[in-house]
């Protein structure tokens, strides 16, 4: 739960509350298709020598979250919808998370899942 790509300092990309809250789950939203905003390939400018392998592999797997069809996305939303707060929230209790990540984080997926039901 961090940022929609990966960073080379974990503490930027990894349990980051802060970017997960600010970071929208799609990216560009056209007329019959939605991007997503992931997965992200890192900046070049972070890159170093025995990284290569992830930046290529992230490269290859970029068509994941793109080109996704609204109505896809959207009944996705309404099936993630039928999950309620409680299991939600369980889900980073069970993570391990504090009660006040658990709130936050949970909250964030509610908007995300928010995101695609209104496409």
């Known amino acids: 739960m961090g940022t929609p790509g990966k960073s080379y300092n974990d503490r930027a990309s990894k349990g980051n509350l802060y970017v997960y ?3 929208r789950l799609i990216s560009h939203l056209h007329r019959d298709y939605i991007d997503l905003n ?3 390939c890192p ?3 972070e890159l170093i020598e025995f990284e290569w ?3 290529f592999h992230q490269l290859n797997i970029r068509w994941v979250g793109k080109h996704i069809p609204r109505k896809d996305a959207k009944w ?3 099936l993630l919808s039928q999950l309620t707060p409680q299991q939600i929230s369980d ?3 069970a993570a ?3 009660p006040d990540e658990v709130q936050a984080y949970s ?3 509610v908007s995300r899942i928010e995101e695609l039901k209104e496409l």
Do not use: E
């Open 21 to 23: 809250q600010r970071t």
């Open 38 to 40: 992931f997965p992200k």
């Open 43 to 45: 900046p070049i400018s």
């Open 53 to 55: 392998v992830f930046f």
């Open 76 to 78: 996705i939303g309404s």
């Open 91 to 93: 889900a980073f209790r």
């Open 96 to 98: 391990g998370y504090s």
């Open 107 to 109: 909250h964030a997926v």
